[in-house]
């Protein structure tokens, strides 16, 4: 089955060009972001802790992200969370000094909490709508507009913050959430509702129960939590910074650098998907590793860095999507909602631990190389991971 055949499905179809506007949008605005933070002075902590706040609420709201996807009706849940990222993403035009920081921070703490919900809520209706390798195309398809909106919003989004300015960065997200919204009130979806009768509590004793109870979800978990090494946004902005400012702008370099990165996310899933399998996925987190480590070696030089930021992208979809794909497959549709934002924690919180790590090593003295060499090797010591579950499960 092809990805067009998979998008004649109506609602795949409409989900999908929701997900693009609404993407689109959030990369267009993370170079305004972090070009902002940059243009006030922030350290290296600051961005790591900008970048690793919009990671936290997945990480700390994930039993409660859960409990009200499975209790509460998917488009009604959908809008609700639309209009948060449009309010919030308004509310980033009234920062104007690295003293309101914290203010940014809370604004983007709450647009990445409806950020997070969705997208948890999206993985959760998709096993309910399809199965087996439509099932797989829809991971992928989600996988290859994430990548597609990161490339072409962080490029446009670069060169309209340097051109136009952060606020207009800013109010041209709020206006792309608000087409989302009117795509959204057209969906027809005609599932069956799940009733829940117990109390949120109960819920969450039952879903902490369950996913505590499967060992070879809990494993599928950690395994697909490694692709957050991969978390190199606070790592992009330090090298535009210290490396290549003399060059480009830091707006632009930021733009580029991510661009370049995700046309490898965009294109590497119709290569590698069609090869992929649970019997050689180990080969494909060395390779990962092995990307990650030339792009290191290539730093020194903007150009050179961006045909390694472009190899380091091209295995990271597939390698996201299949992992998801084997959790979804593994998991009860009665617990989907609860296992989904457990995997979404766990997936958010090596995000977090990865922008803290580029952050304080970076401080310390690490050079961004090394940084980077070491990302690298994280995924080598995941292959190992694999083959141990690959011969333990499978």
């Known amino acids: ?82 209009l948060t990222e449009i309010t919030m993403t308004i509310g980033f035009i009234f920062i104007d000094s690295l003293e309101s920081v914290w203010i940014l921070m809370l604004l983007i703490f709450l647009r990445s909490s409806a950020a997070s919900m969705l997208f948890s809520a999206e993985m959760t209706l998709f096993p309910k709508l399809v199965q ?38 800013f109010i041209v997200d709020a206006l792309l959430y608000s087409i989302a919204v009117l795509l959204l009130l057209g969906l027809q979806l005609g599932l069956d509702k799940m009733v829940h009768v117990d109390s949120g509590w109960q819920m969450f004793k039952d879903g902490f129960s369950y996913l505590v109870s499967q060992k070879k979800i809990l494993h599928l978990l950690l395994l697909h939590a490694s692709i957050g090494l991969t978390s190199f946004d606070a790592l992009i902005t330090l090298l535009a910074d210290v490396h290549y400012k003399e060059l480009l702008a830091v707006p632009l370099s930021i733009g580029w650098m991510n661009a370049t990165r995700a046309l490898g996310l965009m294109i590497g899933p119709f290569i590698i998907s069609k090869i992929i399998s649970k019997h050689n996925l180990h080969y494909f987190f060395i390779i990962q590793g092995l990307a990650i480590m030339l792009w290191a070696g290539l730093e020194y030089d903007f150009y050179l860095a961006l045909l390694g930021l472009f190899v380091t ?75 141990w579950f690959k011969k333990t499960y499978l």
Request: aromatic share 16%; charged share 10%; hydrophobic share 55%.
């Open 313 to 387: 992208g091209f295995f990271i979809t597939t390698l996201w999507s299949y992992t998801y794909l084997l959790i979804q497959e593994e998991t009860d549709p009665a617990y989907m909602g609860r296992v989904i934002s457990y995997n979404d924690m766990f997936f958010m919180l090596s995000n977090v631990v990865t922008a803290l790590f580029i952050g304080y090593a970076a401080e310390w003295g690490l050079s961004l190389e090394g940084i980077t060499f070491t990302l690298g090797l994280g995924f080598i010591m995941t292959a190992m991971y694999y083959l």
């Open 1 to 82: 089955m092809t990805y067009l055949e998979t998008l004649k499905h109506p609602i795949i179809r409409r989900l999908s060009l929701i997900q693009f506007i609404s993407y689109f949008g959030t990369w267009f605005s993370q170079v305004a972001i972090f070009s902002m933070i940059v243009a006030y002075g922030a350290d290296e902590v600051t961005i790591a802790l900008t970048a690793a706040m919009a990671m936290f609420p997945a990480v700390v709201l994930a039993p409660l992200i859960g409990i009200i996807i499975d209790r509460i009706e998917f488009k009604k849940l959908m809008l609700i969370l639309l």
């Open 132 to 169: 087996g390798e439509m099932l797989k195309n829809t991971n992928e398809i989600h996988s290859i507009i994430w990548s597609v909106c990161y490339a072409f919003g962080m490029a446009v989004g670069g060169l309209a913050t340097h051109n136009m300015g952060f606020d207009t960065a």
